[in-house]
Every structure is written in C-alpha cells, then in structure tokens.
C-alpha cells in the first residue's frame, strides 16, 4: 500500500461580510480536494449556510485529521456574549481575552453568538453536527479590537493544552489510523447576522439543524410537565424504603405527580461524592428490602416512580469493574469509578440491558440518566466501533431509549443541563436545571436558557431546598420562581413548619391550574445581560406574569385575566405606561402568598403602584364581578 502523506486542505470564502478560513487535516495516497457554497436561509435574508466538501479524485478513501475553522469579527456595537451552554452564566457582556468552551454530544452545543446590549442579534455562529467533540474558542484581541474565532473538531484530548494543536503521530508504518476512511466528507456552519431578539437567533439556529440533521426525537409525553418531587438534596445517600414512603405521602398529599428517587439506592456504604459502588445497579437490601413492592407502593399513592442511574459508570468496588475492564476508561481517582466506553458496540449492548433490566424488573415509570457528560472522549481506539465518540455514546443511549419507549410510550427519561443539547433530544423527554438548589435566580437563568434553546423538552427546575427556620415569605418566592417551568421541590417534608407546606401546597396547586399556560403557552422572559427580571406566559384565555427583580416594567395589552406574581423584594410592583399597555377600568384582586384574598378594587389602567405583598400576587380582569380564583385558592 502507498504511503499515506498528511495534507492541508485550504479554502477560503465569505458569508455575512465575514472571511472564513477552512483548514482541513487529512491523510491520504491521492490529492484531497475541497469546495465550499453559501447558500441563503429561506427563514431569513441575513442567515446562511456555508458547506465544506471535499474527495479524492477518482473516489480513493482517505482519513479526516482535524477541520480548524478561524474568522474574526470588529467588536462595533457588541455587548452580550453566548457561548453555547444552558447551565453557564452566558449572556453576562463581552469576555475578555480568551473564552475556551467546548460542545460534543454529551455536553454544550457548537455554537457561539455575540449581541447587542438590548439582546437583539449581531453575529451567531454554529456547527451542524452535533456529534463530534469540538473545541471552541473566541479570543478578544485589544490590539486589532476584534473577536478572533478558532474552532477545530476533533477536540483536542483532556489533557493537552486547550486548543493548541497536537501532534497526530502517523503508525509505525508511516500510515495514519486515528481517523476512519472516508471517501467524502462535509461540514456545514451556520452563519447568522440576523437583527432579531436573542430567542429568534436560536430559533434560526435550531431550525437549520432540524432541516439538515433529521433525527427521531424521544416523545414528551403530558406526565414529563407534572411537579416532581426528588430524594436528592434533602437526604443525599441516606435515602431509603422508610424515608421515601413517609415523604412519598407528604408530597402527594401537596399535589406532586411523580417520585424521583436519586443516587444512593444501591449502596449503604457510600458517603456524598463516592462512586465506588456504582455499576452493578442492585437495590441495596438493607435499605430497600422489597425494591418492587416498594415501586408499587410509591405508584399507589398516585406518584410516578423515576430512578437514578449512571449507565455509564463502573465503580471500584463493583463486581461490574473486574467483568467489563475490557472497556472502561477514564478512571476517575476522586471519586472512585471508571466509564464504560462508548467507542465500543458491545457498551450499546451492556447499558441496553441495564436499562430494560430496571425498568422492566421493578416497573419504573422513567430514569434519570446522570454523568453523561463525565464520559470523557480521549483517543480513538484502534478497534473502535465508531468514527466519534460522540457517535458511539449517541447510538448507545438513542438505542437503549428507543427498545424502552416502544414498550413504556410514557416513559420518563431525565437529563441534566450541563449536558442537555440538541442530540439529548433522540434519548431525553426531560431537561433540568443542574445544581443550583438555594440559588432560585440561577435556577431561574438555566430553565429560561433551555426553554428558548429547546422548546420541545420538558424544562425542570433543579429541585429547590430551603432551610426550615426559613421565612414563609422566602419560601413563596423560591415558589413563585419554581413555577415558572415544571417545578421540583427536595426537602424533609416531615421536619417543615406547617406554613411550609401550605406555601408549597399552594403553588403547585397554582401551577397545575396554570399549568397549559406556564408550559405551553408564549413564553417571553425579559432577558437582560445574566439576568431574567421578568417572565411573561402568554395563554389562550390568561396571561400570567413573574416579576423576580425589583424595577419598573410595561404591563402589555393580552388575554384577559392577568396574574400578576411578586417574587421582589419590595410590597408592590411598579408599572409604566407605553402605547401598547393595559388600559381602562379592571378589577384588581389581591393575594396573599398562601392564596388567600386581601382585598378587591376597582383600578384604572395604566396605573403606576399596585400594592401587592412579596410572595403573593394580583389578578386582573376587565368584569367587576369576576373574581378569579377569589375564595377558591388553594
């Protein structure tokens, strides 16, 4: 066989009065030769798409290396930066120096954005493929005064210096074997200078992905947007059968409609941060005596049952360490576990059953898939099954989701913000918010992040904890911030004033009357630079607004009534008048943050101050006799 020699392969083009430079790495016996087209989005005049194609001549394979794509762009009327992740604080201003990000299938999302500072678009960039490990990279320069992009996938290993480029040493024959053969290869980017709010930029983006990148999506079914209650951070590992059935029946007395019963079900030996005992996915006996019967007496209380698995993790001390070491990777020295590796088929087949096994032995209505985004891409196996690991880990969990959800059409399956994308899409019906369970602002930023970046998923809060000495009106207002998605509340239901739970009891109440509104309706968050003030729902016969920071704000004209929900700092909310604002005589009921009436008037609109307690809230509506939910709130 000839010698494969390593070649650069360069073009150039324009899209959008922006210069790109394609440098595309490839090994190859024969010349590699490359094109690019930009063609105009139908969606809009200012957005396109820009292919890379490139072949051998006479259709001789060859090996992709690495594709590093670098353009740059004048910093004139640039305020806001977005990097690609529901869970970072993006959106914040312009980063200074340089900003590494990454995104592959199991975390992040290949796409960058820069804004001005009403949020309308200036620059928006993105991959199509979704898959493949990809480094990101958006350097601000001050002596040129522009943002110099340097994007190149494959990503470089965890443990090379980000984004320097490698070495790719060739085989002891002089041929290069990192990369499958190919006999083409393409790449499109999305390039967007579209002068449109923060949302529509997305949407464009994720429209382009839909329409070049099919994929059969997991099914939301109506039960993902029930409240949800979780084991998590108010018992950690020391969950068990006696804890989850007493709490079981608080919570489904408050009106929750599914149980999700997290890490420390298989093990009485781990403390917090300990994995060494995951993998071999058995239900601890000494916790859990009666795994099955204990299922099936949580879902006779009206609860669906929801478990939390890592099907991607060998512990130390797990049998399943010494029967599959054949494929593990990434040992994990802090915490204690290994992954089984997704380059492999025969890894498809071990979290397939795993999958099955559980579900279908102890009747789980879903699973909270965990650390996806731990599976760690390294180098590419010489055996491996799949051209990217990306690949590997998307045909694992697609398949394992896909042989369930033929069998369980309403089956639940969470994932985590720090790696739900566009791929999770094809194995996940619910996104949540990661990590933030006492920061209800944040909590706030991640669920408003992943309703406009994918709509078309369940968005769940991180469950929410608060202190039991906490006030009442602290606790309406995590509340008030929990019902702007589908809420999820962890705490020691038992070790909670009664106020507590009748705050609780309330707005969840609140929420699942409002929910078609809250979920389904026109969702419109006043974005500010890392801060979302204000929530509007639009609804077909309702609107519902959230004001979460104090200042003054536009009560626009909609479907009448108007919930108007107080999560300030301050007793009342302050209106400004605009063209567009509710106008004339309305009725004005008042509540106080348990739901109870106040007081009722007549108001004239626009109107500057309207009273109102934090924690509670006002209802709005043109016919003086109507009274909302007046007498009736729970």
């Known amino acids: 066989?000839?010698?494969?020699?390593?070649?650069?392969?360069?073009?150039?083009?324009?899209?959008?009065?922006?210069?790109?430079?394609f440098d595309l790495e490839v090994s190859a016996d024969q010349p590699v030769q490359a094109s690019c087209t930009v063609t105009s989005s139908p969606a809009d005049p200012d957005t396109w798409l820009v292919r890379l194609a490139c072949a051998c001549a006479g259709g001789a394979p060859f090996s992709v290396r690495r594709l590093s794509v670098r353009w740059q762009v004048p910093v004139v009327d640039l305020h806001g930066f977005f990097g690609g992740s529901p869970w970072l604080m993006d959106l914040i201003g312009l980063p200074f120096w340089e900003v590494p990000k990454g995104a592959a299938a199991n975390h992040g999302i290949p796409f960058t954005a820069l804004f001005h500072r009403s949020g309308e678009g200036r620059y928006a960039f993105g991959f199509i493929d979704q898959l493949t490990e990809t480094d990101l990279s958006c350097n601000l320069s001050?002596?040129?005064?522009?943002?110099?992009?340097?994007?190149?996938?494959?990503?470089?290993?965890?443990?090379s210096a980000p984004h320097s480029a490698p070495e790719i040493p060739p085989a002891g024959d002089g041929l290069v074997h990192a990369a499958p053969l190919v006999d083409r290869y393409e790449e499109t980017l999305f390039v967007s200078r579209a002068r449109r709010p923060w949302p529509e930029v997305i949407a464009l983006y994720r429209d382009a992905i839909d329409s070049e990148w099919p994929q059969q999506h997991l099914s939301v079914p109506a039960c993902a947007y029930d409240p949800v209650f979780c084991s998590?951070?108010?018992?950690?590992?020391?969950?068990?059968?006696?804890?989850?059935?007493?709490n079981a029946r608080l919570a489904a007395d408050l009106g929750f409609r599914t149980w999700l019963t997290d890490d420390g079900w298989f093990t009485d030996k781990a403390s917090f941060a300990d994995y060494r005992y995951t993998g071999d996915w058995e239900p601890c006996a000494a916790k859990f005596p009666d795994f099955a019967g204990?299922?099936?007496a949580v879902q006779e209380m009206g609860l669906r049952y929801v478990l939390w698995v890592g099907p991607f993790m060998i512990g130390d001390e797990s049998w399943a360490a010494e029967r599959y070491a054949p494929l593990l990777q990434g040992h994990d020295e802090r915490l204690h576990y290994s992954q089984l590796s997704p380059w492999y088929a025969a890894t498809k087949e071990i979290v397939g059953d795993l999958l099955a096994r559980l579900v279908d032995d102890y009747r789980l209505d879903g699973l909270k898939l965990d650390f996806i985004d731990a599976v760690q891409p390294g180098s590419r196996p010489p055996d491996a099954d799949y051209a990217t690991l990306g690949e590997g880990l998307y045909t694992t969990l697609c398949s394992a989701v896909a042989r369930l959800a033929a069998q369980h059409p309403d089956l639940l399956i969470e994932l985590r913000s720090?790696?739900?994308?566009?791929?999770?899409?094809?194995?996940?019906?619910?996104?949540?918010?990661s990590d933030v369970p006492f920061n209800f602002a944040w909590n706030r930023w991640q669920v408003t992040m992943m309703r406009l970046l994918i709509p078309d998923r369940a968005a769940h809060l991180d469950p929410a904890i608060w202190h039991p000495q906490d006030s009442d009106e602290n606790v309406a207002v995590h509340m008030i911030n929990l019902i702007c998605s589908v809420p999820m509340v962890s705490v020691e239901l038992d070790c909670f004033p009664q106020s507590h739970l009748d705050l609780v009891r309330h707005w969840i109440a609140f929420y699942t009357r409002h929910r078609q509104t809250i979920v389904h309706g026109r969702f419109e968050p006043l974005l500010r630079l890392g801060h979302v003030p204000l929530i509007r729902f639009g609804g077909e016969d309702e609107t519902i607004v959230g004001v979460y920071e104090d200042f003054a704000f536009t009560l626009a004209a909609g479907p009448l009534p108007v919930w108007l929900l107080n999560a300030t700092t301050r007793p009342y909310l302050e209106l400004l008048?605009?063209?567009?604002?509710?106008?004339?005589?309305?009725?004005?009921?008042?509540?106080?943050?348990?739901?109870?009436v106040l007081s009722q008037s007549r108001i004239d609109f626009p109107a500057g101050r309207l009273e109102v307690e934090v924690g509670g809230y006002l209802h709005i509506d043109a016919d003086a006799a109507a009274g909302g939910e007046a007498g009736g709130a729970a």
């Open 142 to 159: 001050e002596s040129t005064r522009n943002y110099h992009f340097h994007w190149q996938k494959p990503a470089n290993s965890p443990d």
């Open 418 to 433: 720090s790696y739900t994308n566009f791929a999770g899409r094809g194995y996940g019906n619910l996104y949540r918010a």
């Open 294 to 296: 204990h299922v099936r």
């Open 232 to 246: 998590w951070t108010a018992i950690h590992h020391d969950v068990s059968q006696e804890w989850v059935l007493r």
């Open 577 to 596: 008048p605009r063209e567009d604002t509710l106008r004339g005589a309305h009725m004005v009921t008042r509540y106080d943050k348990f739901g109870r």
């Open 1 to 21: 066989m000839q010698q494969a020699l390593v070649q650069h392969v360069l073009q150039h083009v324009q899209a959008g009065g922006v210069d790109f430079e």
